[in-house]
């Protein structure tokens, strides 16, 4: 029987991941990342699978799979506060495909990520599959005081979003309907949407000053900015307060967005794969954090606030409070 991907983590959690006598697990299943006790060292580890098919297609080049793999878990990384350090790569290659042009592009497109943060790469696995092509990369940061956990949000903070929402979605919404040989809109500026989708900006520099200066909680925007803000509040015991008008799109998105609330909500507000930062704060932090995401160039938007647990998740937009959707964002089957 099938069941929900965060169904099966709870289970494996409950059955497996039981580190309550481990003293050197100071976070565990749950969160982004898990932080480790090295020592006296904080070790930081994530971990990411991307499958063709389901997580990237053919025509996405080996040199963008090799950023996208590394970069999905860089963000893991940041939304931790962590400083990246070290990877390890596992590939399941289909016969075939590790060509020396492709292997070339990988390791060029894997360098183009790794090398402005001294990233090593320090071990792995190569396995011949019958298909189809697996990527498997595991990313270990250090990290220096608290995590930014997905627990930590309080009453009273400000809600914050890096970079823009909803730009990948739009481009997988594009690429689908021409693959279905539908009409595809003419949008001026969708070839950024595509780069969006293909190498999105791991927000670690942001990452690591907002732990700096003591922000509460980040959770990066993997499954869907309503879907992750979700995580927190309910990890963190609180409600929110959105406003959707709030929410920062590029100015493609925007425009084809308008009035329209549906391409709003299945966009920016459900679409996934952003890899933004949601970030809780104290709002004495306001200018500060401001000021950090300039000297990072990480565009930063206020979109909300903390409630009480009572109030729930309540989404406004264009002055009037909206309905959430039944589904919040992405969630695999297995």
């Not at 409950?14 to 090295?38: H, K, N, P, S």
């Not at 790569?89 to 001294?118: C, I, K, S, V, Y």
């Not at 979003?161 to 949008?187: C, K, N, P, Q």
């Amino acid at each position: 029987m099938a069941t929900g991907e965060f169904a099966l983590i709870d289970e494996l959690r409950r059955g497996l991941g039981q580190v309550e006598d481990d003293a050197a697990v100071i976070v565990g299943i749950g969160d982004d990342a898990a932080v480790l006790d090295c020592g006296g060292r904080r070790l930081v580890a994530c971990t990411d699978t991307l499958v063709a098919g389901r997580h990237f297609f053919a025509e996405l080049g080996a040199d963008d799979l090799a950023w996208k793999a590394l970069a999905v878990n860089l963000s893991d990384l940041a939304a931790m506060g962590a400083e990246p350090r070290w990877a390890l790569l596992n590939l399941a290659l289909p016969a075939g495909m590790a060509t020396p042009a492709w292997r070339a592009d990988f390791m060029r497109g894997w360098q183009e990520l790794a090398l402005p943060f001294n990233l090593r790469l320090v071990g792995g696995d190569t396995v011949a599959c019958d298909g189809p092509l697996t990527v498997t990369v595991t990313a270990l940061g250090l990290l220096a005081g608290d995590a930014l956990l997905r627990s930590g949000a309080q009453v009273g903070d400000d809600l914050y979003v890096t970079g823009t929402l909803g730009d990948v979605a739009l481009a997988l919404e594009l690429a689908f309907a021409e693959r279905a040989g539908e009409a595809v809109e003419d949008l001026p500026g969708a070839a950024t949407l595509e780069q969006c989708r293909r190498r999105p900006t791991p927000r670690v520099a942001f990452g690591q000053a907002a732990q700096r200066l003591g922000a509460r909680c980040a959770q990066d925007v993997s499954d869907g900015f309503l879907a992750d803000l979700h995580h927190i509040l309910q990890a963190s015991g609180v409600g929110a307060r959105i406003d959707g008008d709030a929410i920062p799109l590029s100015p493609v998105l925007a425009g084809w967005v308008g009035d329209d609330w549906q391409r709003l909500l299945r966009t920016a507000l459900t679409g996934g794969d952003d890899y933004e930062l949601i970030l809780a704060a104290p709002p004495a932090l306001a200018v500060q954090l401001q000021t950090a995401a300039q000297q990072t160039q990480t565009p930063l938007q206020r979109v909300g606030s903390v409630l009480p647990a009572a109030a729930g998740l309540q989404l406004f937009w264009q002055g009037r409070r909206q309905d959430l959707p039944e589904h919040l964002g992405h969630q695999h089957v297995i």
